[in-house]
């Protein structure tokens, strides 16, 4: 009898057929690579104070100068803080409204309906009621969810409890703010009439985005946009009005147009306040024709928050929407605000370090929205984005691609990507503040947080490879890159985002699959061993452990927070974890053999770590690639066991751990007794 060592190579290997895979782990699920060794991942717990409302598509975490422990979610309903490990909305509010009488009730309903000329809110956006009087038994205070719509000046809400009375035009003085709207959580879209979002603007290069110099209170009002380019029925939005603020989020149909003006459909701004400055009218899509494959410009995407911080105050851009701050020094009872004189939109933002300039990304440019327009403020004013001799602030159009997909600092600059190529960004101070240097093309990035810096090496994922930048930008070799790209849900391509566990050294990709529109599944590379693993786990959102995090945290679809790497267990309940080998051959040379001899294996000696643990074994046998296998097991293996005996024939094998429960477990290198069992070629 000879014995062999089945010593496979660390990493998961997915990307060639079974028997020429050779001795390398095919499959696996909830596991990692350590030195080379298969082990159970660590689990996760949830955290039941930080329930979130929506799907989150960014958090970031810092600690205040006063040491106050922050972390803020952004999803498509909300902007939230923790502060101290207690929950508060920094929602930023995009219109006030201060009404008269303005609710309805019905006897014994809880709907009320709420009237409000222009209100601009959609069915999901939220609320804020103050200062309201009882009416039909109920008083209308705090916050609520938009449920129908019944037209441009009416919408209905659910109150706590039913009215006791019918009653119209209750509530006297009321004061109701609009939160910024509920956006999309997805890139998904549809044709026909009702497809295609509402509120997305027609794509041109730039986008139709006007800026607006004067509204008159009038009935209608009429609205200066110099050279607009509008047609009489086209809807627009029209957002960041200073002075009139009615008429913000709000959407109104071109009529009587001029060259530089046009009315807003019968809108009466007469009792409006007055018009101060600033604000942009954005031509909408859909509006009077049915969305069709052949609309030019479609350009469906999430609403992907980006965020970044100038010293202690938070900064939040909604991709697509305005840049906020919540300033940590007016405390939890503040929202975020938008900051003052940034552009009226962008994509995302960052803010450079150690210079200290915010920096938007696919910025307005005063007129249009320009998707590679790149503009930052003044050095440490953030406030100040008028470029002038006596301050840094200024822009810089890329030109390769359709538009900017992301941004990362590391080391000394800014790594941009278009969805073509990677530039990067460096401080050099006046006159020109930063320089520019393309770096190389046709790696852009398949999502906006789909990059991710980890020890020094940025990593991400391009639209047919694994890619990083250590210096300069390289092709990453992966064997599993089939399991993504074969796989990845074309609606929910946007949503795929990064994230880093440094304590193991690993970069995770959250991908969707199939027609999934949210992540359900991950790929991880340990990049310095090139270890890679697959499974499924659905997350939205991750940030890596810092000084007050002790472990690295994750959302997933729901809002729900879970610490990673706590215990073995999916928050109570068991792991199913799993890996697999590819079939090889054992000849005189041991594995890697030519198949030379059929052979009898009576002993399966295991090697590991497995403290409380039980995993099971199952061996594989055939005598050829396509041949059907017999199998072996499952055979129990715990800290405890010493050999299994067993008669296994065959001329190829392979064999595979699994689990489940909530107890760790690492493999080492089995070995095999085995003795040659018939002729050689028969």
């Not at 497809?195 to 607006?212: F, N, Q």
Request: net charge negative.
């Amino acid at each position: 009898m000879t014995f062999a060592k089945l010593n496979i190579p660390g990493s998961l290997v997915s990307d060639r057929p079974n028997y020429a895979a050779g001795p390398v782990w095919v499959d696996g699920d909830m596991i990692r690579f350590q030195q080379g060794l298969p082990e159970a991942i660590g689990g996760w717990i949830s955290e039941t104070a930080w329930s979130f409302t929506g799907q989150p598509s960014k958090v970031i975490a810092w600690t205040t100068l006063s040491g106050n422990n922050c972390l803020a979610v952004g999803t498509e309903k909300k902007l939230e803080l923790i502060f101290d490990d207690t929950k508060y909305d920094i929602t930023p509010v995009r219109a006030t409204a201060s009404l008269t009488n303005p609710f309805d009730t019905a006897n014994t309903d809880k709907t009320v309906t709420v009237n409000d000329t222009a209100h601009g809110a959609e069915v999901g956006d939220f609320i804020v009621v103050s200062g309201a009087t009882a009416g039909g038994g109920i008083t209308i205070d705090g916050e609520y969810e938009v449920a129908t719509l019944i037209d441009a000046d009416a919408y209905t809400i659910e109150h706590g409890s039913a009215a006791s009375s019918t009653a119209s035009g209750t509530g006297g003085s009321t004061t109701i703010k609009y939160l910024l709207g509920t956006g999309s959580t997805d890139g998904s879209g549809g044709l026909g009439w009702g497809a295609g979002l509402w509120d997305e603007e027609r794509e041109g290069s730039p986008v139709v985005a006007k800026t607006i110099s004067g509204i008159t209170r009038a009935n209608p009002g009429v609205a200066t946009v110099t050279a607009h380019g509008f047609s009489d029925g086209d809807l627009v939005k029209i957002v960041d009005v200073a002075g009139m603020v009615q008429v913000n989020g709000n959407y109104y149909v071109v009529t009587n147009k001029n060259t530089n003006d046009f009315e807003l459909g019968t809108t009466d701004t007469s009792s409006f306040t007055s018009y101060s400055s600033a604000g942009t009218a954005r031509l909408q899509l859909g509006w009077g024709s049915p969305a069709s494959e052949d609309t030019a410009g479609v350009d469906l995407e999430p609403d992907l928050w980006s965020f970044d911080l100038w010293g202690e105050d938070l900064q939040a851009t909604r991709r697509g929407g305005g840049t906020y701050q919540w300033d940590a020094s007016a405390g939890t009872g503040t929202r975020a605000a938008l900051v003052t004189n940034a552009p009226a939109t962008g994509l995302f933002l960052q803010v450079s370090l150690p210079d200290r300039h915010l920096i938007l990304f696919g910025a307005h440019d005063g007129s249009n929205d320009d998707p590679l327009l790149i503009r930052w403020s003044d050095q440490e004013d953030n406030t100040d984005w008028t470029a002038s001799a006596t301050n840094t602030a200024g822009s810089q159009r890329l030109d390769r691609g359709s538009k900017l997909m992301a941004a990362l600092q590391i080391r000394d600059q800014t790594l941009i990507w278009t969805d073509d190529s990677i530039f990067s960004m460096s401080f050099q101070g006046p006159p020109f503040t930063f320089s520019f240097r393309h770096m190389a093309s046709g790696c852009g990035p398949i999502a906006q947080n789909a990059v991710v810096e980890s020890q020094g090496v940025a990593l991400w994922i391009g639209c047919n490879y694994f890619y990083y930048y250590d210096g300069s930008v390289k092709i990453l070799p992966s064997p599993v890159r089939d399991k993504l790209f074969d796989n990845i849900s074309t609606e929910g391509t946007d949503v795929t985002f990064a994230g880093k566990n440094d304590s193991f050294s690993e970069v995770w990709f959250f991908y969707a699959t199939e027609e999934n529109t949210s992540p359900d599944s991950y790929i991880t590379v340990d990049f310095h061993e090139k270890a890679w693993t697959f499974g499924s786990l659905s997350r939205t959102a991750w940030i890596d452990q810092i000084s007050w995090l002790t472990s690295p945290v994750a959302l997933n679809s729901s809002g729900t927070a879970y610490y990673h790497e706590v215990g073995y267990s999916d928050d109570g309940a068991d792991i199913t974890a799993y890996v697999t080998s590819g079939a090889f051959e054992i000849g005189e040379s041991n594995v890697g053999g030519a198949g030379e001899h059929v052979l009898l294996i009576n002993k399966f000696i295991p090697d590991g770590t497995l403290g409380k643990a039980s995993v099971s074994l199952n061996i594989y046998m055939a005598p050829y690639p396509l041949a059907t296998e017999v199998t072996k097991g499952p055979y129990t293996i715990t800290s405890s066991t010493g050999k299994i005996s067993l008669r296994a024939k065959g001329r190829q094998m392979r064999f595979g751990y699994s689990s489940t429960g909530q107890e760790y477990w690492q493999m080492g290198i089995p070995r095999i007794n085995y003795r040659l069992d018939g002729n050689p070629g028969a």
